[in-house]
């Protein structure tokens, strides 16, 4: 009878971690520091996706941005201004963040997502209407078909989980609509807390930096700093037309510019909506640029 009592117990409280690791949008099966992200339509009403017929398949993605313990590890340097363990790595270009995706594959025995040729110039990339040729470096990267590598999330990817996925309670920023919740931006991210407009002398003046991954409130998925700390890479090209009734969208063949998204410790409260769209070249950076993984299901 004991043996019974005790089996039961055990179920049921089985059952009950279960159940709230699926609510977390996690899952016991996960790699590493990564979330389990259950596909499906955008449920999120400020998204910019929202209503437009696109759907994602699921996916994991990185519970916190890419440390700099974890980015030295693989790349056997540290390209950051501000340097701590715990801290996003910054300072990182689309590029470097493409080859540290593969060598990251390649050092847990997964096969690589990207073909990176840089001998050959990608016809893709194309000069700025405005600026001309903003992108000095220009490799060709392709994607391996069905491999298991990590990978940069597409901007669809990235906005559905910062969004809350099939949780979404469509909130402005990734998990609340109080930026001051989520988010290190230039007004929370110094020696003070900041009032008035943005002016780069006063945010200098304040020491403003990065933060510790993870010490914010996470979103609905249990992810943090999406909105806030460093801008993350995405994989796709920059266009100002978003894609609609199509599945997994990986963007535009071709731009000038890559995509980021969730803001950083540097910009105003706007730049870390979820919806919010930013764009840079390939092979730009700064102290508030940084990355986020993914990895196919």
Excluded at 20 to 46: C, D, Y
Excluded at 252 to 273: I, L, N, P, Q
């Amino acid at each position: 009878m004991r043996r019974q009592f005790i089996w039961a117990v055990t179920v049921v409280v089985f059952g009950v971690m279960a159940f709230a690791s699926l609510a977390s949008g996690s899952s016991a099966n996960a790699p590493g520091n990564l979330v389990l992200v259950e596909g499906g339509i955008f449920r999120n009403a400020k998204s910019n996706y929202y209503g437009k017929g696109v759907s994602v398949s699921d996916f994991y993605i990185g519970k916190y941005e890419v440390t700099q313990k974890e980015w030295t590890e693989v790349m056997g340097s540290n390209p950051s201004k501000f340097v701590g363990e715990t801290l996003p790595v910054d300072s990182v270009n689309w590029y470097d963040a493409v080859e540290y995706c593969n060598k990251r594959s390649i050092k847990e025995g997964l096969k690589p997502y990207y073909k990176i040729d840089k001998t050959q110039k990608d016809p893709n990339n194309k000069p700025d209407p405005q600026f001309g040729d903003l992108d000095s470096m220009k490799w060709t990267v392709t994607i391996n078909p069905g491999a298991n590598g990590y990978r940069l999330p597409t901007e669809a990817e990235w906005e559905y989980a910062a969004g809350g996925g099939q949780q979404s309670k469509s909130y402005t920023y990734s998990g609340s609509n109080d930026v001051e919740e989520v988010a290190w931006y230039f007004r929370n991210s110094g020696d003070k807390p900041l009032s008035g407009p943005w002016l780069w002398p006063v945010v200098q003046q304040n020491h403003d930096q990065t933060k510790p991954v993870g010490t914010k409130k996470p979103n609905e998925l249990g992810l943090y700093d999406m909105s806030g700390n460093v801008r993350e890479w995405c994989w796709d090209w920059y266009s100002d037309t978003l894609p609609s009734n199509v599945p997994d969208p990986q963007g535009s063949a071709s731009g000038s510019t890559r995509v980021w998204k969730g803001g950083g410790w540097m910009g105003d409260a706007f730049s870390d909506e979820s919806a919010f769209r930013g764009s840079l070249a390939g092979n730009g950076t700064g102290p508030d640029q940084g990355v986020r993984v993914a990895r196919n299901k």
